[in-house]
């Protein structure tokens, strides 16, 4: 069985601070992909990143960056100088052995001004 | 391109009613995936298609869900019987087909059952 775990359940911070959201996952297959996904009070998902279990390097995306550690089985997410517009609901996902997606909960991301 | 889409974007039924949720995928992506999304939670697995055939449906809730997609493209899921229970978002996702690509989500239709 595969989980994903964002324990995070809301996060309120001030514009052009820095937050990290959390994302721990549990899957047997020894290959799988990790994604996160922003879904903004309009209610779309909107992909932001896929990275494959082989490729532990993190990635750097403008005020976005993402921290991949398969030895604590955690993919963190990290926005610099937050902003008003990256309020949203952000999703961590996992596929092992099929295509389904696994989710987690979500983390509830609030930037204040 | 155009995305994903989705019709209708809303949907209010009467408890009993038989409900069509129909699903355009972006051009020439070959999977197609169901997932419904409660409120506070994350999108959960319904049902997947490869092509015409239904892949994986293992996460459909029971005998009153079904999805079909005939030609290929457009997918339809089809409730029967709705229950309150069934109110949620239903999200439509398209991806390339390969394992692990990338999936692509559509507006998704909210579906309330009175």
């Known amino acids: 069985a595969q989980k994903v775990t964002q324990a995070q359940t809301e996060i309120s911070v001030v514009e052009k601070e820095d937050v990290t959201l959390d994302c721990v996952y549990e899957?047997?297959?020894?290959?799988?992909?990790l994604f996160w996904y922003k879904q903004p009070p309009s209610g779309e998902l909107v992909f932001l990143i896929r990275r494959n279990s082989f490729d532990e390097q993190n990635e750097i995306s403008g005020r976005y960056s993402w921290n991949f550690q398969k030895s604590t089985s955690s993919f963190n997410f990290t926005i610099t100088a937050s902003q008003v517009v990256d309020s949203a609901v952000y999703f961590c996902?996992?596929?092992?052995?099929?295509?389904?997606?696994?989710f987690g909960t979500g983390t509830q991301l609030k930037v204040e001004l | 391109g155009a995305g994903v889409s989705q019709t209708p974007s809303n949907k209010v039924t009467e408890k009993g009613k038989y409900v069509e949720l129909r699903c355009d995928p972006i051009s020439g992506h070959t999977a197609l995936y169901w997932y419904r999304q409660s409120l506070g939670q994350g999108p959960e697995f319904l049902i997947y298609f490869q092509g015409t055939g239904a892949a994986d449906d293992s996460g459909l809730p029971n005998d009153r869900f079904f999805a079909v997609r005939p030609e290929g493209s457009v997918s339809t899921l089809k409730i029967q019987r709705t229950e309150r229970g069934d109110s949620a978002v239903y999200l439509c996702?398209?991806?390339?087909?390969?394992?692990?690509?990338?999936?692509?989500f559509g507006p998704g239709t909210r579906l309330t059952v009175l």
């Open positions: 899957t047997r297959d020894t290959t799988y992909y």
């Open positions: 996902a996992l596929v092992g052995g099929g295509n389904k997606l696994t």
């Open positions: 996702a398209s991806s390339l087909g390969g394992v692990g690509d990338t999936q692509y």
